[in-house]
């Protein structure tokens, strides 16, 4: 493993593929990202040398196992500054975090007439849940609105809470926008009203630092995979208070305290909300991920990542015919880049890209209503991580230009 940014793709053995006959330039990373060989290593470790499950056994590999497991607990406590270990619940990922707030702690405080806000860009991960939980309680589901910049419109948002919100559910990074969201200030402003904030971390916490405690939120959602780490692990965060009253989604072995024949009694948070056997290598890969980008440093990769993307924004908007969406401040956008070839449907576009090596990702980005927003069907989104570098952008951009003069658009 190194510490120098610029070769830290070295580290990453996937990105020494061919691609049609081309080197590839993954530039999907909003939808996953690569694994350092540090990872895999984690992954391969674990089951050649401490496979056992977790919390159950006195044997030694069950010890180790369970010992590596709550290990990853506090590294992710410190990842996130999180108060205690006690409010870090381990999940498949973002969206089942999401969907236990929605589906087990919202019951709890709505009722017909109460309010949800959300915003157009949500993912409909942090959308859908909300729908469903609104027409089960009877609850309005209200929208924050985009400026013509792509950002969220607060003072609309300012309008929107009263005393009838209860819950705001609102992404940090739009996965399609590459809008960073003000979410301290929406935040504050939420709780002012006495509304419960709910945030989607999946696209900030692999790209820059993310303290639960200075957003003052009360849920906090991420994936593993989306930052270097393995699929089908995520976190959610929630104030301890609030884990303690929310009742858990899932039931089985290893969350319970003692069960009668008609009773049964949870134990504390986190362990009421972890039913059956959990992902225990995906966990400890996880940790493998944040050792990772701890070692590389967020001033290194937060520059890297930057600069391409600026980079990448300039010189697809000079193409005649390239509109790209979102922000044209670097600063006030992350790593994703979605546009659109006028003449050339997305797919179309992505298709043609493939062929020189270059992965993108092409559709409605699991966004209808942003796109409806937007006035479009789909886009072509390239979306960079810190490994990505100037022999990637120049593919990109070589390939759309080529895209471009193949269609005679």
């Known amino acids: 493993m190194v510490n120098d940014i610029a070769i830290a793709r070295n580290d990453f053995p996937i990105l020494k593929e061919v691609v049609n006959g081309q080197p590839l330039a993954y530039l999907d990373n909003a939808a996953t990202t690569q694994k350092p060989q540090a990872v895999i290593d984690a992954l391969v470790h674990y089951y050649q040398h401490d496979n056992a499950n977790i919390h ?18 506090q590294q992710v406590a410190t990842f996130i500054n999180a108060a205690s270990v006690a409010e870090i619940v381990f999940t498949r990922g973002t969206t089942t975090s999401l969907n236990w707030v929605a589906q087990t702690y919202a019951p709890t405080i709505l009722q017909a007439g109460d309010e949800i806000v959300i915003s157009i860009m949500e993912h409909h991960s942090n959308l859908v849940p909300w729908q ?6 009877g609850a309005k589901l209200r929208y924050v609105e985009l400026t013509a910049s792509g950002e969220l419109d607060l003072a609309q948002y ?5 005393a009838r919100t209860k819950i705001v559910s609102l992404t940090h990074v739009s996965n399609v926008l590459g809008t960073i969201n003000p979410i301290k200030k929406m935040t504050a402003m939420a709780h002012a009203v006495g509304a419960t904030v709910v945030i989607d971390g999946a696209q900030a916490t692999g790209h820059f630092p993310v303290d639960v405690q200075e957003l003052d939120c009360d849920f906090y959602a991420f994936s593993g995979h989306k930052m270097y780490g393995p699929t089908g692990i995520g976190v959610l965060y929630g104030r301890e208070a609030l884990l303690t009253a929310m009742p858990p989604a899932e039931f089985g072995g290893e969350m319970i305290n003692l069960v009668t024949r008609q009773k049964t009694d949870f134990k504390p948070a986190p362990a009421k909300f972890e039913a059956g056997t ?12 944040i050792s990772y ?5 967020w001033p290194a990769i937060i520059a890297q990542e930057q600069q391409l ?14 509109t790209v969406y979102g922000p044209t401040e670097p600063t006030r956008r992350s790593s994703v880049l979605s546009f659109n070839l006028q003449g050339l449907h997305p797919h179309d576009l992505a298709t043609v890209l493939d062929m020189q090596g270059v992965a993108i990702r092409a559709g409605h980005h699991c966004a209808q209503p942003l796109m409806t927003d937007l006035g479009v069907s789909a886009t072509a ?19 759309v230009q080529a895209a471009k003069e193949f269609f005679k658009l």
Do not use: C, K, W
Request: charged share 15%; glycine share 8%.
């Open 56 to 73: 159950r056994g006195v044997y030694t590999l069950a010890e180790r196992a369970t010992e590596q497991y709550e290990a990853v607990r």
């Open 132 to 137: 469903q939980v609104a027409q089960r309680t």
């Open 158 to 162: 300012g309008d929107l809470l009263n």
């Open 278 to 289: 959990m992902p225990i290598a995906q966990v400890i890969g996880l940790g493998a991920a």
């Open 293 to 297: 980008l701890q070692h590389l440093g």
């Open 309 to 322: 993307t600026a980079q990448a924004y300039q010189e697809l908007t000079a193409i005649t015919g390239v």
């Open 381 to 399: 989104r390239a979306s960079f991580a810190f490994y990505n570098n100037q022999a990637d952008l120049r593919q990109l951009v070589t390939a």
